[in-house]
């Protein structure tokens, strides 16, 4: 007997769409967590997922992939490779590890949802699958992080991080819920698999991939490579939904979750991205800028792709693209100067040669932020370290959990950045925060920031100290310089080098 | 009377600190308090004389010998500290 084509068979296979008869329609499939449009059942039928897999190929691939991770993470090239590469490639690993590891895990419940709650068995099917891969993302990750452990403990936060209440756990913690877990099946694909993935991981995987190979980590860019693959599979749950929003007078609603989830999501994409592309990595292995990536990869694509389907830009995408230039020069010097508030080394990334190539891809760079670590640097060779260290905490912005800053040679905002609500004053970054938060201020309004916990004094002491070990970082887990101050005395005669 | 918590931020850096200080502080203390987290820290040194102080939306130096709360600061306000202008001229921020 010849076996069927899966095109013969796969579109009546996956219609497991049924009329229920035990339960309603509405508890079968509640609004709160399918759709709260209530589109009709004829848009739904429109959904065709553009992959068409069954589970048994996606078994036979997956155990492939899996099979060309692992094998070529032989253990002693792999120690040998990590005893070479220098502390900045160490701080990447960490970094990333620590960010993307149990975050990718916690996306599971993302994709869940859309399995069981999507009105279209298509999506059911996509977001299935996409399950599986979010536990394989889990996993090897956190396998790589804790092989890594012989070399640092701070790989430990590769599993840690989102357990504590350090800054950047509670700022991920916060977007992870608004944006992919705390959503029903509808927003959860456009604000996940379309605004996230799409917008930014599935290109950032590529980039990585190739920044680990330029590095000579073979192992880890077999790894990212490998789950790029999964991403951009299920990465493509979201277009077809928004294509049928489009199409059936849903285009509103589409544009506003794409809005919020795009904004949301860049600024932990700039944060994590932006300060390792610029800062991290080594000047002789950089291939593009910050920006240039922005423009090449992120930008131009996500427009194309976004007016394809019928939708426009973002309200505020001019205000982005010049935010592309700034935003992440100060998460990164943030980094550096409360680097004993994350689980990496931070690598000040400011010698002469590397002020040189941040004012030939940033014009002015050395006018604003380079007047910052100017002055940072004499104190350092003027043997006053204790002034690179914080006193006080900085205040983060009500929404987005990150330190609110701006280019020092531009002012601040002022009333576009704040706003009071039910008596209690309110922080942010930009007027776009300020924008998501007006838009549903009950679900934004009780989180509590880092600042507002340690103003309820739940840190204890109420100093810097008490702030660290709240954050969970034990001495050994702190970052310090990553090169030991060697960049401020780069070029210069020799003299005694600080120590931290 | 317990401390203040307020918003801080600088000409010429490029963040807010949180900043805690007495109700009856004098605006001066705020200034000296505020310009130790940056003056000679991420900008070059200068001195106290140089420094002012306004609320983030306003335009006036607040006086330095009232008290923070006689200069209508309140709690979680966000101020801003300013220099006298460069020979150069204007202030950046
Ligand atoms: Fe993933
Ligand atoms: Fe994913």
């Known amino acids: 007997m010849t076996l069927l084509q899966r095109s013969d068979w796969y579109d009546v296979a996956r219609d497991t769409n049924w009329t229920p008869s035990f339960v309603s329609e509405a508890d079968l499939f509640p609004p709160e967590m399918s759709d709260p449009f209530d589109m009709p059942k004829a848009a739904w039928a429109e959904y065709d997922e553009p992959y068409k897999v069954s589970y048994a190929e996606y078994v036979k691939v997956q155990r492939e992939k899996d099979a060309g991770v692992y094998a070529v993470n032989t253990a002693a090239a792999r120690t040998r490779f990590m005893e070479e590469a220098g502390q900045r490639w160490h701080s990447i690993l960490k970094l990333h590890f620590g960010a993307v590891s149990l975050a990718e895990s916690s996306s599971q419940i993302s994709e869940g949802r859309m399995a069981r709650f999507g009105m279209a068995p298509g999506m059911r099917n996509m977001a299935t699958f996409g399950l599986l891969d979010e536990i394989r993302h889990g996993q090897t990750q956190l396998y790589f992080a804790h092989e890594s452990l012989k070399h640092s403990p701070q790989f430990n936060f590769a599993h840690k991080l989102l357990g504590t209440q350090e800054w950047g756990a509670i700022m991920t913690r916060a977007t992870l819920d608004d944006v992919f877990l705390g959503r029903d099946a509808v927003t959860t694909a456009i604000m996940l698999t379309f605004a996230f993935e799409t917008g930014f991981t599935n290109m950032q995987f590529i980039g990585l991939a190739g920044d680990a190979a330029e590095a000579g980590d073979t192992s880890f860019s077999n790894l990212i490579s490998s789950i790029q693959t999964d991403e951009s599979r299920h990465a493509q749950i979201g277009a077809p939904l928004l294509k049928l929003m489009v199409k059936n007078g849903y285009k509103d609603e589409a544009q506003k979750a794409v809005d919020i989830g795009f904004w949301r999501t860049y600024r932990f994409f700039a944060l994590l991205t932006g300060t390792v592309i610029d800062y991290f990595m080594p000047l002789e292995k950089r291939t593009s800028s910050f920006k240039e990536f922005m423009e090449e990869w992120i930008v131009g694509q996500f427009e194309r792709t976004l007016l394809d389907m019928g939708l426009d830009l973002p309200w505020y995408w001019d205000f982005f693209l010049e935010d592309i230039e700034s935003f992440h020069h100060g998460m990164h010097i943030g980094w550096w100067l409360y680097r004993d508030t994350v689980w990496f080394n931070v690598p000040a990334g400011v010698s002469p040669a590397e002020r040189d190539w941040l004012e030939s891809k940033y014009p002015g760079w050395n006018d604003s932020w380079g007047r910052l670590w100017s002055q940072i640097g004499e104190n350092i060779r003027a043997g006053r370290t204790d002034l690179t260290v914080p006193k006080t905490l900085p205040v983060v912005c009500s929404f987005n959990n990150l330190p609110m800053v701006t280019d020092p040679s531009k002012p601040w905002a002022g009333k576009d950045q704040m706003l009071t609500y039910k008596g209690k004053k309110y922080y942010f970054q930009s007027h776009v925060e300020k924008w998501v938060f007006e838009q549903d201020p009950e679900r934004y309004a009780a989180h509590q920031t880092l600042i507002d916990q340690f103003l309820a004094g739940r840190i204890q002491p109420p100093t810097y100290e008490g702030a660290l070990n709240y954050m969970g970082l034990s001495p050994v887990e702190r970052g310090k310089d990553a090169e030991n101050f060697a960049w401020a005395f780069a070029g210069r005669e020799p003299r005694t080098m600080a120590a931290e | ?93």
Do not use: Y
């Open chain 2, 1 to 93: 009377m317990s401390d203040l918590p307020l918003l801080v931020s600088c000409e010429r850096d490029f963040l807010v600190h949180l900043v805690a200080i007495p109700a009856e502080a004098r605006v001066g203390d705020l200034i000296e308090a505020a310009a130790s987290l940056v003056v000679g820290v991420h900008v070059p040194d200068r001195p106290l004389s140089t420094v002012h102080i306004r609320k983030i939306d306003g335009d006036a130096a607040l006086p330095i010998d009232a008290t923070v709360t006689d200069a209508g600061i309140e709690a979680m306000d966000w101020v801003h500290l300013f220099f006298d202008a460069a020979p150069e001229g204007e202030p950046v921020q």
